[in-house]
Nanobody, 127 residues
Framework: QVQLVESGGGLAQPGGSLRLSCAAS????????MSWARRAPGKGLEWVSG????????YYLDSVKGRFTISRDNAKNTLYLQMNSLKPEDTALYYC????????????????????WGQGTQVIVSS
């Protein structure tokens, strides 16, 4: 069965860094685009970053451009999100999600594009 397991969250100070990982199993990881999304307390789901199946193209939310870097290791079936210069507004539950497609597809109905989600890893940015 498909499993996505996030790790690497925690408490960081403003300006600090965290590296999130998403370990994937149960499918051919290298065939599918992957994304990171987040949900802050009291707010809706926000797409943070995405990457093509082969890593050839990426997407970033404007507010994280220049601070976050998405990457993947298809040999290790793992997705990463390096988060630098963290801000309090980055506080959220971060999820990785598997696309049904090898490329990034932007949609207002995530369930039509993403078929599996992890349980999430909490990121808190506070001094």
């Amino acid at each position: 069965q498909v499993q996505l397991v996030e790790s690497g969250g925690g408490l960081a100070q403003p300006g600090g860094s965290l590296r999130l990982s998403c370990a994937a199993s149960g499918f051919t990881f290298s065939n599918y685009a992957m994304s990171w999304a987040r949900r802050a307390p009291g707010k809706g789901l926000e797409w943070v970053s995405g990457i093509y199946s082969d890593g050839s193209d990426t997407y970033y939310l404007d507010s994280v451009k220049g601070r976050f870097t998405i990457s993947r290791d298809n040999a290790k079936n793992t997705l990463y999100l390096q988060m630098n210069s963290l801000k309090p507004e980055d506080t959220a539950l971060y999820y990785c999600a598997k696309s049904r497609y090898p490329i990034l597809v932007f949609t207002t109905t995530p369930e039509n594009v993403y078929d599996y989600w992890g349980q999430g890893t909490q990121v808190i940015v506070s001094s």
